[in-house]
């Protein structure tokens, strides 16, 4: 299944996610724009009320924590660690970035 990742790196001194696929897709997300993608009840409220994130300039991704098998839990330098990403939002995010190169 194409939805299902064979493997994932934290890379480029942790500010980068890469999500190697199983169609043989790699989806490169910066640190940044998971941080603010998340879908934490902060981060959706801000989205909501148009704040934009306030993220620093140095953040990095400190570990990367399965969810059973459908998700991973992804931990900031910043102290983010409540946004959860299922495999098709990772894959969805992977092709915005694609569009934006």
């Known amino acids: 299944m194409a939805d299902i990742p064979r493997e994932i790196r934290v890379i480029d001194g942790a500010r980068r996610l890469d999500v190697h696929w199983a169609d043989g897709t790699v ?16 981060s959706v ?4 009320e148009a704040l934009p994130p306030a ?11 399965a969810i059973g098998a459908y998700a991973v839990n992804l ?16 894959r969805t995010l992977g092709a915005r ?4 190169l």
């Open 45 to 48: 409220r801000a989205a909501v």
């Open 75 to 90: 931990v900031f330098s910043d102290g983010h660690d409540r946004g959860i990403f299922p495999w098709p939002y990772l």
């Open 27 to 42: 989806s490169r997300l910066p640190a940044a724009t998971l941080r603010a993608e998340s879908r934490s009840a902060d």
């Open 55 to 65: 993220l620093p300039g140095d953040l990095a991704i400190r570990d990367v924590r």
């Open 97 to 100: 970035a694609d569009a934006r």
